[in-house]
């Protein structure tokens, strides 16, 4: 599902980011991208993303080149996936049922299947009675929880994920992870970024660990560190 060969990432200040990275990510699987801050994690997610282009290498996703898309593609290629961030980026002046209709809205879907599909994603994600809420009246976890229901409302297979506990106390981070868990489940792809130990030592998926921008360990139901700290 996604196939990174050999990418390299310098931003325009001249900062290497990332090393010749090579990595290959099967569809329905976990992956956790571990590793010191500045290590690249951000960067490879928001380069799977299409956010920017990398300095060299190859990016496939669903089999399509990303680093080769043309404006338009590019637009198409971003909704078809879900992306949560560590700062959830909702809309403050809009309703929760709002924020996650405006993701089906851009790839114009119709009034009516907004309106059944939004309340069964608020459902999902345990917010069902909060649609009329605005972002400012949720708990962190709830307005996360907003985010994840925007992330899935166009049934992503791919869903990145950069921090999305970030912001979070322990207890309700593992809620938003047992909550990506069930979406990985149900057949979608999740890429997430994360320094969070803890998460990732009980969650047992896939660990890539990132050191100076170069893969420095890959492992099937991974640990955070083989290192105590
Ligand atoms: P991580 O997510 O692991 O903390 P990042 O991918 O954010 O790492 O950063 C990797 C390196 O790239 C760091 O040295 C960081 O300072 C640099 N970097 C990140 N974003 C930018 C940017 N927009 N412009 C210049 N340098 C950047």
């Known amino acids: 599902m996604i196939e990174v060969q050999h990418v390299k990432m310098v931003y325009p200040n ?12 099967e569809q329905s699987e976990f992956v956790f991208i571990v590793g010191a801050s500045g290590a690249g994690k951000s960067t490879l997610i928001r380069l799977i993303g299409r956010e920017f282009l990398p300095s060299s290498g190859s990016i496939r996703v669903f089999g399509k080149e990303i680093t080769r898309l043309r404006r338009r593609e590019v637009s198409m290629f971003r909704r078809s996936i879900g992306v949560v961030f560590q700062d959830f980026r909702l809309l403050d002046n809009h ?5 996650v209709a405006f993701a089906m809205q851009v790839v114009g879907a ?3 299947e907004v309106r059944r599909r939004v309340p069964e994603s608020l459902e999902m994600v345990g917010l069902t009675g909060k649609a009329k809420m605005k972002p400012h009246e949720l708990s962190g976890g709830e307005q996360q929880r907003v985010c994840l229901a925007r992330a899935i409302i166009n049934q992503p297979s791919l869903i990145i994920a950069d921090e ?23 057949g979608t792809t999740v890429m997430m970024a994360t320094h969070d130990s803890e998460i990732v030592n009980k969650m ?23 290192y105590a700290h």
Not at 95 to 99: C, M
Not at 164 to 179: A, F, Q, R, V, W
Request: aromatic content about 4%; charged content about 30%; cysteine-free.
């Open 110 to 112: 119709t009034p009516r």
């Open 164 to 186: 999305p506990t970030g912001n979070l106390d322990p207890k309700t981070s593992m809620e938003i992870m047992e909550l990506l868990r069930t979406i990985n489940i149900r």
């Open 95 to 99: 309703s929760i049922f709002d924020n």
């Open 204 to 226: 047992k998926q896939r660990v890539i660990r990132l050191a100076d921008g170069k893969i420095e360990r890959d492992e099937q139901r991974g640990v955070y560190s083989h």
């Open 14 to 25: 001249g900062v290497g980011a990332l090393n010749d990275i090579s990595v290959s990510i």
